[in-house]
């Protein structure tokens, strides 16, 4: 078998060199991390669903005109994606305040904001991703202003489409983030969405009770991850058929899937 190039591996994801030009495989890991990677565990199958939950909703946003790095999902653990540059923002979108946002203004949890807010981070692990403005942008060329307007206008309409998309799940959609690449096929100028959208980057509570069915499980030690993203995958229908058709035997199977 051919070694495949690794591009580059992250906390979660690891890109390999494509198949086919100017593409990558983005690999979805088990592992979890929080707190800038200060908090780590491995959670069986956790890839397989972020895989298959990207795939999803990255589809739904290629049907509505969103252009994003999405080929094809080519197993159980990867997809096919456009290869790009990643622009270094993480570029958060909130709807109700939790996290970092209640920490650093003193806002209640819970509150709902009148608008969404869209917020810039700059990545940097080194700097624990500190809160940027347009300015700074800007100013240190992370983005240009045609692209900066671009990844505006994209994160309020995938924010409308995923909010619609979760509401019809019992899911409110509380916030989450969005990383945007250059596509390195120049025929393809303009900014695209990259990354994954799965619940490791979006906060999601049960509408009934609040119930947190997101990576702050695993953040906050109120729960178990692996059911808390079945719960979101059930919803949707995305379990893989195998092992959806026998729930109690779900727990035992459903991870080991490659
Ligand atoms: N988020 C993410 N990766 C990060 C930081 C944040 O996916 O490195 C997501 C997080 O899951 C949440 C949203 O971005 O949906 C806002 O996160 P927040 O700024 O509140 O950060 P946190 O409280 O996680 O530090």
Not at 61 to 70: A, D, K, Q, T
Not at 159 to 178: M, Q, R, T, W
Request: hydrophobic share 40%; glycine share 6%; with cysteine.
């Amino acid at each position: 078998m051919v070694k495949r190039q690794k591009i580059y591996e992250g906390k979660a994801k690891v890109l390999y060199r494509g198949t086919e030009p100017f593409t990558f495989i983005q690999h979805f890991k088990d592992d979890v991390t929080a707190f800038n990677a200060e908090k780590k565990d491995t959670y069986e199958g956790k890839g397989v669903l972020n895989n298959i939950f990207s795939e999803f909703f990255m589809k739904g946003l290629s049907e509505i005109g969103i252009n994003n790095h999405l080929i094809r999902r080519i197993n159980m653990r990867e997809q096919l994606v456009m290869a790009c540059e990643i622009i270094p923002l993480e570029v958060v979108v909130r709807n109700i305040s939790t996290g970092s946002i209640s920490k650093r203004l003193g806002i209640k949890e819970g509150h709902v904001f009148s608008r969404p807010i869209l917020e810039f981070y700059y990545k940097d692990d080194k700097l624990n991703d500190p809160l940027v403005n347009e300015d700074h942008i800007l100013e240190f060329e992370w983005a240009t202003v045609q692209e900066l307007e671009e990844i505006s206008s994209i994160a309020f309409r995938v924010n409308d489409f995923l909010s619609g998309l979760f509401f019809g799940a019992e899911i409110v959609l509380v916030d989450f983030k969005l990383e945007f690449g250059r596509p390195l096929d120049k025929s393809n100028s303009k900014v695209i969405l990259a990354d994954e959208i799965s619940p490791d980057s979006c906060r999601l509570w049960d509408k009934k009770n609040n119930k947190r069915l997101d990576k702050d499980v695993f953040r906050l030690d109120i729960g178990n991850i692996s059911e808390a993203y079945e719960e979101v995958a059930q919803r949707f229908n995305l379990l893989p058929k195998r092992v959806s058709v026998q729930n109690n035997k779900m727990k035992n199977n459903i991870f080991s899937l490659e």
